[in-house]
Structure formats: C-alpha cells, structure tokens
C-alpha cells in the first residue's frame, strides 16, 4: 500500500521523468495524471466519482473560457505586425534621431523594443525582425559584438512584461483561488511599473557602458545621417502614432471599462490587419481617402460621446443619430480596408501564414492546458495543495524567504521548460500559498483584506514574469539566444551571443528583487480597498440571474482544488459545506 503523505512527490518526481525522457508536456500531464488517479482509486484515497471533476473542468475552465480567447487574437495580431515593416520603420528613424550620441543605436533598440513589445507580445519575431535589421548596422559602425547582440536580446525579451503580453493572460487566468483572483486588467495595470523600470535599467546600462568603455558604443557616422529636421520627426511619427493608436485600442479600451481582454485582442488583430494595408506599398490613393473618411468618422464618434456620454443612453437624445452614422462610416471604411487586404497577394499570404502560426499555437495552449486540468485534479486529490503548502510555508525568512526560494525555483526551472509549461504546472500550486503569505504584508497599502489578497496575486504574477524573462536569455538555453544565433552572421561568433547576455540577465535578476523588495512597482496602479474580480472574459460558469457570487452553488457541481485542505468526492446534488480550517484569515478575525 502507498502512503497518501507520498502520493503528491511521487507525482511530481513522475512528471519530471516523462519530460527529461522527452516526452511532450501535454501528454506527459495526462499520462501522470491519469496513471495516478487510478493508483489513487486503487487504493481508497479517492472514488470513481471524484475523477468526474476531469471532464467538468476541461469543459468549464478550459473550453468554456472566454479569457482563453484573447489567446488567439494576440498571436495573430503579432504575426501580422512582425511582416509589415514597422520595426524596420522604426529602427531606422530611431537609429537616425539618436545616432548622434555614444550609444545611439542601442538606445533606439531600447525604445522600439518596448513599443514592439506593447503591440506584438512575440519574443521570437521581435528578436529576428530586430536582429536582421539592426545587427548589421551596429556591425558596420563599430559597435562592440557582445554588447550588439546583449541589447537585441534583452529588448526582444521585454515584450514577456510589456502590456499586452500573453504571458500576463495566461498567469491571470491561472492565478486563481477561492478567495481571490488575479484577472487580466490588474496584472496589466501591475505590469506597467516595471515595465518602466526594466527600461530605464537597460537605458542606464547603456549610458554607463557608454562612459566607461566609449570604444565599444561609438556615434554613428556623419556621412551615414539622410534625414534632417521635420523630415526626420515625421519618419518617426509615421511610425510611432500608429503603434501608439494600436496600443490604445487594445490596452486603452481595457483600461477605460469598454472592452473585455478578449474584446480588445480581437480589435487589436483587426487593427493589426489595417496597419498592414495601409503601409503596404499597392495601398492606392483611393483606399488613402477611405482610410482618412473612416478615422475622421471615428474621431467625430469619439467626440460625441465624450461631450454626451451621460445623456446618448436615452433613445430619443438628438446627439444619437449622428453617433450611429458616424460608426457606420467608420464600419464601411473598415469593411473597404479588409476587402484591400484580400485582394493583395502578397498581404493575403501574409494573412493565411498567420492564421496557421495562430492555430499552432493556440493548439498547443489548449491541449498543455488540459492535460495541466488532469493532473492539478488528481494532484490536489491526494493532497497535494497541503503539501505544497507545508513545502513552502515551513520556509525560514517569512515572505522574504518564500520569495526567494519560488524565484530561484522558477529560474532554474525556466532553463528546461517553457513560460506556458511554467504557469500550467507550477502557478495553480504556489498561488494559494503566495495568497497566504503575501497578502498580510500588502494589507496596510491596499486598504482591506480581500484587495490585499487580490493585490498579493498580481505582485506575485508579476514578479513570476519577470522572472520568466530571464528564461529567454540565460545560456545555454535562452530561445532568444537561439532565435539570434540563426539570423546573425557568420562572423558573430556564439561565444558573443553567450558572453554578452550575461549582464543584462543580471540587469532582469535586478529588476526580480527590486519587485520583491519594493511591492508599490506594482501596486501603485492598482485600486486600494478594491478587491481583484473575474472579469467577464473570465467567467467558467454561469450563476442564477440577480446572483452576487457569494455562496452561491453553480449550475453544475465542479469541486473546487485551490485550497490546501484534502479534497473529497463531489457529492451530486449537495452543496459544499465549510470545511473547519479553510476559512480565510480574515473571516478568521
């Protein structure tokens, strides 16, 4: 007979075996957990009806959720925008507006990298796309090799924290608990702050590097500037204001309440396609007019309804009609622009090649995810939520001490697996624990109980994705090294690329404790006293009508796992009782 105290190690030492062997994380969780559940069953710890909370939560959490959505529609708009030409825009502008400078080129890289970052969420296309573009001309003027190849790595990396990334969809749907949750509207809101402080790091390095070795970041070439004056700010405009009415149709209408994540993504993908028309060079002079008519319209919708948002929810105010013709408008021009798109060849093979990466992608996400749904079942079956919990709460140092052994865990555990693997498999087990003991330290900031408890799941999902960043970057297994190896010319050797990675996965590590040590980075944007929701992109399961979402019992039985207490088969037709033990602290108090 196998003790129930060993069953939870035992799964995990499996898991580890199957992916060391090579086997595919999928299937690797489904094969654990399902060989697992029927050891558990075997021997008493669990009946048959437990296992039914498998299908119900594939079905709930994974198929029915429509956060997961926003997956698709991110991927996509980022594989378009990577073959439209704006980063090469971009970098060339900003190349020439700061190449006056020592450093010039890697500041530019800096910036680009972060406006790239906000509206693809790509690391692979943002560190080729760059790396093709601006790698040669750092070569040609001088630039030192291991600094070259550092700085595109590093600024292709920073789209893992920079809003919208999918990494912060995927930890706010997976940092969930049954006191709080972490929806994707915080997690961006927390983002943002080190976001900032990420690049002002790399800015930072850079100026200093600049000082101290001024051989390795000369200034570019007199001879090599083409543009002067208006000329020069109107390139960079030409692509700055689009990138930046992008980022406010996918981050600005989240923010302001009007769009859902998946709303926004899937506005962000439409606007990726018009930016991909409308720089494309067979973009004639007539489709120029209809895009201008068409933003003109926007702009006069947009106007009307910030004068009279209060008064246009009456049916007969006067303002309405010139409000719905406006859109309408806008929705033909729209309408004209995606026409364009499918009769230009070359945009429409661009299209279809992003279709299919989207798909791929998005295929891999759901079946990691169900196969994640399996284990985390049949894991907190046998008691692995206590387990966890005992590991990491029995830790000398408090929060300090949880904090840094999570972090050091998740770096090295970045070196062999994935950010998707990462937040499916190793998230839904700390965050309770997380809640637990971050949330008391966050609680004179935030103003009560349940906002600190929200507030503790975003600092920790934060500090978790930055820490992830990392995983792209240290040798000998950082992808965006290996992304940077294949486009790099032969004369830069790998030797370089490892070398000269090394600081600014120091700089990131940097960035990982002052998250930790400083919460307000992340905290400062979020609402105090106000207690994180789930957002209406991230609903599971429908509840009666007039419902608060207190107390309430679902509309089918699906056991809840988050807590750390040993779960029980689900009972048809009966409502959870209170376990003793499992109240929150502050229903405690």
Known sequence: MIPLEIMPPLMFGGLVVFMLVGFPVAFSLLAVGLFFGLIAMSEGFFGVAFMQAVPQRIFGSVLANDLLLAIPFFTFMGAVLEKCRLAEDMLDSMGQLFGKMRGGLGYSVIIVGFILGAITGTVAAQVIAMAMI????????GYHMRYATGVLAASGTITQLVPPSLVLVV???????????????????????????????FALYTFVLSRVRPEWLPAAPRDEKTLEGWALWRQCLRGIIPAAVLI????????LGIATPTESGAMGALGAVILAVIRHPEFTARDKIVFRVGMGAMVVAGLIGAVYYEKLTGLAHPAKPYVQAALAVLYVAVAWLIVRASRIKPLRELIVLSYQSTMRLTAMVVFILIGSTCFSVVFQGVDGGRWVEHLFTGIPGGWIGFLLVVNLFVFFLAFFLDFFEIAFIVVPMLAPVAQKILAPELEPM?????????????????????????????????????????????????????WGALPWVGLQMIMVLLVAVFPQTVTAFLDKGVPGTTGAGDLIIERPAGDTGQGAEPDFQVPQFEDSTPAEPAKPDAKPEAKPGTAPEADKK
């Open 171 to 201: 930890l706010a749907d997976q940092l969930k608990t049954q006191t709080a949750s972490a929806d994707v509207g915080s997690m961006y809101l927390g983002a943002w702050g080190p976001s900032l402080v990420q690049i002002a790091l």
């Open 134 to 141: 601006s790698l040669p001309v750092m070569m040609r003027y």
């Open 446 to 498: 935030m103003g009560s109980p349940e906002a600190a408890a929200s507030a503790a799941l975003v600092w920790f999902g934060v500090m978790l994705c930055v820490n992830m960043q990392t995983s792209f970057m240290h040798p000998p297994f950082g992808f965006a090294l290996f992304y940077l190896r294949g486009v790099a010319p032969k004369e830069v050797k790998s030797s370089d690329i490892y």
């Open 248 to 255: 406010f149709m996918v981050l600005g209408t989240m923010m």
